[in-house]
């Protein structure tokens, strides 16, 4: 408005009051006026710190609970499972350090390994049914709640077909690495093959993380059937040597891996693959340029390991947190700016454990919902059972429950058979999953199955002969350690020699044999008979296995290579759950009979 020459005098001594007045305003409030003034930038700092936080094989642990015992997680090491408790670990962390000073990764194996997660894949599947959209996976909502920036696929990933994997990776707002991970046509990635992360430094460059994806190779075995002309699965040692240049590249400061891999350089697969199952010691030994590396698939803790790399003789520092939540992995980096870059000076790690914290509220009320469906699933009754069976000396006896496997598989496959097929000796192998299952008298409902049968296994008919048939049954023997004639057996420390497990130790129905303990590994088969007569070298038979052992899992001969009888994308599982349905009575008189036993030269230990 212009100003009146009448009022000009006026004006000009209200501005000067005005004028007064804000300057005494800023006066007063210095740092607001510092806002809109130029000031000195910070003097930039010579070093900083930050962590990288890792889980791995968290196989769908939500909560601090049990779905095949009905009740809150226990064992006799006081530990806890479930990411909720992680998820208060995690925000202690960056509460401690500084929001801008953590990041936090995962080792793959997410999705599979509880009822909560075989609930959201097949139950009520998060690709929906029918036209319908599905729910979104618990493990999507509770990882994106606690902020994860990467996690590398796990073979268990695959479990489920792609399809399923596909969309949990579309509900995760974090990437899934797999840089060894490809499509079978093209050769590229078919997962981001790695992420790059900044942190921020008030006056100084960003310090820059590549965060580089492994999975285990294994998965071209395990999940033959829902991989196979889709995706190919090279070596660790071989896909880090071409992206950790990559990365260094990109001006990366630091190189960090997260392998769902091993560190100890075996495989369970022998020779099958030219690429190596645990292979991270092997990538840290071979490639330069690695800082840290986040290991997984093992279900070991290992809260520090250092490993020279044998080209630069630097160290690079390895840490593996157990599994299902058991333990959090805290790497802490120490760096220095030199000429405009961020070098690593100083790195830690360790674990974390869980126990001593609370599950986080917010992970409890976000998936609380969730959790009550699947509780209310695996109560659910299919049936009655006329004793208590159990698997407590599954890995030492033939019990009654192994029988039950042996007995729906036997069956199954004989019902799909061809007719040549179908004249030939049928038989049965299976493994002890877990020596706690319990099958009680009364009502059998889903979780006592499932407690049984862990896995979710589909099931094959393979054709063997005799002769294959005992080295198959010689190599599940090197489960026993050797206990001389006259020597007492401990049950204590009869199995597990040589690292076997026992999801690894096959008993086989159909047929009768002794296990003489007393003989070395390889002689150990004795007496096998079909229907009382002496297998013979050349004598075929149909055997009833699970796709991970029938594709090579564990390692076992001949198996893999076996011509197939028969196949079904059914879990064992489910097939057992609609035995005991169909029947409305689980009987051990319909199935259980005693094959197999343990000898020492020729006496029976039990």
Sequence with gaps: MPVSPLNRREFVKKSAVTGAAVAATVAAAPAQAADRTPHKPHKAPKTWSFSILGTTDLHSHVFDWDYYLDKAYSDAKGNSVGVARVATLVKQQRAAKGEGHVLLVDAGDIIQGTSLAYYFARVDPITGTAGKRG????????????????????????????????????????????????????????????????????????????????????????????????????????????????????????????????LDGSSSYGDQLPYVENASNLVAEQVPGIDAILVGHTHVEVPSYTVKNEKTGEDVLLSEPYCWGYRLSVFDFEVELEHGRWKVTKKTAQTLNPNTVDEDPEIRELLEADHELVVKYVNTAVGTCTEDLSAAESCWKDVPIMDFIHEVQTQTVKAGLSTADAAL???????????????????????????????????YGKKLTGAQLKDYLE???????????????????????????????????????????????GSRIKNLAYNGTAVTDDQVFVVAVN??????????????????????????RQLMIDYVVGKGELNPADFASTNWKLTQAGTAVF
């Design 475 to 521: 190599y599940a023997a090197k489960y026993y350690f050797q206990v001389p004639a006259g020597t007492k057996v401990d049950t204590a420390t009869l199995t597990n020699a040589n690292s076997f497990w026992d999801y690894m130790y096959d008993t086989a129905a159909g047929v009768s044999y002794d296990i003489d303990i007393a003989q070395p590994e």
């Design 425 to 459: 000796p049928l038989i049965s192998v299976a493994a002890p999953f877990s020596r706690t299952a319990d099958i009680p008298a009364g009502n059998v409902t889903i979780k006592d199955i499932a407690g049984l049968y862990i896995y979710d296994n589909t099931l």
């Design 135 to 262: 729910p979104k996976h618990p493990m999507a909502t509770a990882m994106n709640h606690m902020r994860y920036d990467a996690a590398a696929l796990g073979n268990h990933e695959f479990n489920y077909g792609i399809d399923v994997l596909r969309k949990f990776e579309s509900q995760c707002r974090f990437p899934l690495l797999g840089a060894n991970a490809l499509d079978a046509k093209t050769l590229r990635p078919a997962f981001a093959p790695y992420t790059v992360k900044k942190i921020r430094v008030p006056g100084a460059p960003d310090i820059k993380v590549g965060i580089l994806g492994l999975t285990n190779p294994g998965i071209a075995i395990w999940d033959k059937d829902n991989v196979s002309g889709k995706m190919v699965f090279p070596g660790l040692v071989e896909q880090a040597k071409k992206y950790v240049p990559r990365l260094r590249a990109l001006g990366c400061d630091v190189v960090f891996l997260t392998d769902h891999s091993g």
């Design 547 to 572: 796709n991970y052992r029938a594709n090579g899992g564990s390692g076992y001969p001949h198996i893999a290579a076996a011509d197939i009888a028969y196949s079904s994308t059914n879990e064992i």
